[in-house]
């Protein structure tokens, strides 16, 4: 079995020695350090890690400002930023890096590895971070509907088995799922996602989702069903 690589991101040396110790203790992952001294996303590119452990002091923009690099030029690097207590306000800027998930840097063990593994299968944490956050979510949708007023009237640029992919997203299924009822590989859908961000200049799946709801591209009664083309070669 394939271990998932982790990298952690963070100034503090203590800190990072700790959560690597911690997490080294998973048969299933491989922990890497990267300190802020060096250049993360050079460290990034010669690693190509599955998900990155981003921790920053979030009075600070520079930790964010990363995490939307890594998003944008990694799309298939996942973010889980690491906050010493996140409220509201960051949760909000964390969203909009495109990073799948937010967590108090004194998370439990269980809960972090619990955390990297649905990353890594595509899920997004971070939408229940949301949905327990009201003010969060009203910031999230303002937000959306003021980029959607943009993009009314312009043609979707998405094939269609993009859009195919798009909708069964909507419905809340992660990469694993959609591959098992396409019947191609995890990472084939992986790609596809990252060209439907791409393409949109969305932050992330939620944002995608969003805008092509707003545009009419997708359907929110939308339930994608298999056909004679779900398995034409990609």
Same mark, same amino acid.
């Given at each position: 079995m394939d271990k998932i690589?982790?990298?952690?991101?963070?100034? %503090? &040396?203590?800190?990072? +020695?700790?959560?690597r110790q911690t997490l080294s203790q998973q048969p299933d992952l491989e922990v890497l350090e990267c300190d802020l001294t060096?250049? &993360?996303?050079?460290?990034?590119? &010669? $690693? #190509?890690?599955?998900?990155v452990l981003l921790g920053s002091d979030l009075a600070s923009l520079?930790? #964010?400002?990363?995490g939307r690099k890594i998003a944008q030029h990694y799309p298939n690097t996942?973010?889980?930023? #690491?906050s010493p207590d996140p409220d509201d306000m960051e949760l909000f800027e964390v969203i909009k890096t495109a990073a799948v998930a937010c967590l108090n840097k004194k998370t439990s063990s269980e809960e972090l590895a619990n955390t990297i593994r649905r990353a890594h299968n595509g899920e997004y944490p971070i939408n229940e971070s949301l949905m327990t956050s009201p003010?969060? +979510?009203? $910031?999230? #949708?303002n937000q959306f509907r003021g980029l959607g007023k943009t993009m009314e009237g312009i043609v979707a640029p998405l094939t269609n088995r993009e859009t195919q992919i798009l909708n069964y997203i909507a419905e809340g299924n992660s990469n694993k799922v959609i591959a098992h009822i396409l019947g191609? =590989?995890? %990472?084939?859908?992986?790609? $596809?996602? =990252?060209a439907i961000l791409r393409k949109l200049n969305a932050n992330d799946r939620a944002h995608a989702v969003a805008l092509a709801l707003h545009?009419?591209?997708? =359907?929110?009664? +939308?339930k994608p069903g298999r056909t004679s083309e779900d398995f034409d070669a990609i």
């Open positions: 690589k982790v990298m952690i991101v963070d100034e %503090q &040396a203590f800190f990072r +020695a700790g959560v060096q250049n &993360a996303l050079e460290v990034i590119e &010669a $690693h #190509l890690p599955d998900v520079s930790g #964010l400002e990363l996942k973010v889980v930023v #690491l003010k969060v +979510a009203k $910031h999230v #949708l191609i =590989s995890e %990472q084939t859908i992986k790609n $596809h996602v =990252s545009s009419g591209w997708i =359907s929110p009664d +939308a």
